[in-house]
């Protein structure tokens, strides 16, 4: 899983097996919606979890924070 900072500073979550074409595709405009008109992308933070459902789990407690939490959690 992985955080990525955005060109207007927001924050991204997101779970992917291969980190670097991800992040890759998050500029080229074939990531995630949110992310297409908001590149370019910097990734902050990864974390490996070992299967896709924990990932998964922990994306979604990710999602859950507050903005000042998730910037705490990638050191920002």
Do not use: F
């Amino acid at each position: 899983m992985y955080l990525v900072r955005c060109a207007d500073g927001s924050l991204y979550c997101g779970v992917s097996n291969d980190l670097a074409a991800r992040v890759a595709a998050h500029n080229a405009g074939r990531g995630a919606k949110y992310t297409r008109p908001r590149r370019p992308v910097t990734l902050v933070w990864s974390r490996r979890c070992g299967t896709k459902s924990n990932a998964c789990r922990q994306e979604y407690r990710i999602k859950q924070l507050t903005r000042a939490e998730k910037q705490a959690l990638a050191g920002l």
